[in-house]
């Protein structure tokens, strides 16, 4: 009997998940290690933030997916993996051997460099933390959000529209980016949103200490703050470059194009915690992660079997669709950029028909 051990929820494993089938070969055992039953999709984070969607909106059963194929489901945390021994440890203390590993634990939001952070914001990385803490964000007088891509910007605009509708409209919130928040294009269109909204923004100053009271920045600045959060980029997971696997410089396992670790054909990896060697700038989002679900499918089995693997390519344009609040969102596609209404109803269509293939 041969194991495959699936350590995290994320989106690769998901996909992996739908692709297994009850009656597949009866002499590999997978088993899956989550820390949270249920899968957050992060697409829907800001429809559930404004309060557009419901929890069960956004969640996926991965107990009750693994129930319905025979796959063993374990609700802990993955603490560390050795692959000299082919053993994972979990949080409970309990080990468990494989003759595969597949490592699809996201990330977490607080880098080392901004002195104090990691005590006083409210970490909403892992996934399953969103949904336990966003109060505390929506009913914040004093929001500052430090990052500028995506993700903080679409928290921006929506934690602004909640407050609006909630009647906290004399709540602040300040978005703190180190360089450009997008693009030079959109975010022109960002800013001029921003401006209208009432939604304050630094721009090219990088937060570098958080104080009982502040957000200090590069240049001097004090940005007052009641609560705050880190949504600047992913953050490796220690446990990646401790297994003594190759990691790139910021910690994330290297992979080649079969997701495969170049020193140990028995280790895969996907998704956030994973540092693709054929993509080295690959951006760490879903829409590449759903899409490596297929090659992973196919990988581990034909490993096992010693079959032919395949080789992940990133589509070369990914279509960003950003809610900006108010039932409305920016759509980037290549050198496009477009705003309106339909493109929320575009993303809330695409989203509740990714969340219809799982639920």
């Not at 374990?74 to 949080?91: H, N, Q």
């Not at 194009?257 to 700038?281: E, K, M, N």
Request: charged share 25%; glycine share 8%; hydrophobic share 40%.
């Amino acid at each position: 009997m041969k194991t495959v051990v699936l350590a995290g929820g994320g989106h690769t494993h998901l996909e992996v998940l739908r692709r297994l089938t009850a009656e597949r070969d009866t002499e590999v055992k997978w088993t899956l290690v989550s820390a949270s039953r249920y899968h957050y999709y992060s697409g829907m984070f800001s429809g559930f933030a404004e309060g557009l969607y419901s929890i069960e909106d956004i969640r996926i059963d991965l107990k009750k997916i693994c129930e319905d194929k025979n796959i063993d489901f374990i609700e802990e945390t993955l603490e560390s993996f050795d692959p000299a021994k082919r053993e994972v440890v979990l949080s409970s203390g309990e080990k468990l051997s494989y003759d595969r590993l597949s490592l699809d634990i996201g990330s977490h939001t607080a880098p080392d460099q901004i002195e104090g952070l990691a005590e006083k914001q409210i970490q909403i990385k892992p996934a399953h933390l969103f949904t336990e803490r966003i109060d505390a964000c929506r009913k914040a007088k004093e929001l500052v959000i430090i990052g500028g891509g995506a993700a903080a910007i679409e928290m921006a605009f929506s934690f602004h529209q909640w407050k609006q509708q909630n009647g906290r409209k004399y709540d602040r919130v300040t978005v703190v980016a180190s360089g450009e928040m997008v693009d030079e294009k959109s975010d022109s269109v960002v800013e001029t949103l921003f401006d209208h909204k009432g939604i304050r923004y630094v721009k090219g100053d990088a937060a570098v200490e958080v104080t009982d009271r502040y957000v200090m920045t590069e240049s001097g600045g004090e940005v007052l703050y009641s609560e705050v959060i880190f949504l600047g980029g992913a953050q490796a997971p220690a446990l990646l470059e401790a297994s003594g696997l190759s990691v790139d410089k910021k910690g994330f396992i290297k992979v080649n194009a079969c997701l495969q670790t170049p020193d140990d054909s028995r280790v895969f990896a996907a998704g956030d915690c994973a540092a693709l060697i054929t993509h080295p700038y690959l951006p760490k989002s879903g829409v590449y992660a759903v899409r490596q679900g297929e090659v992973l499918h196919h990988n581990l089995i034909a490993s096992l079997r010693r079959g032919a693997l395949m080789d992940y390519k990133p589509q070369s344009r990914a279509l960003i669709l950003l809610s900006t609040g108010g039932k409305q969102a920016l759509m980037l596609y290549g050198k496009w950029r477009q705003f309106g209404s339909w493109a929320w109803w575009w993303k809330d269509y695409i989203d509740r028909g990714y969340m219809r293939k799982y639920q």
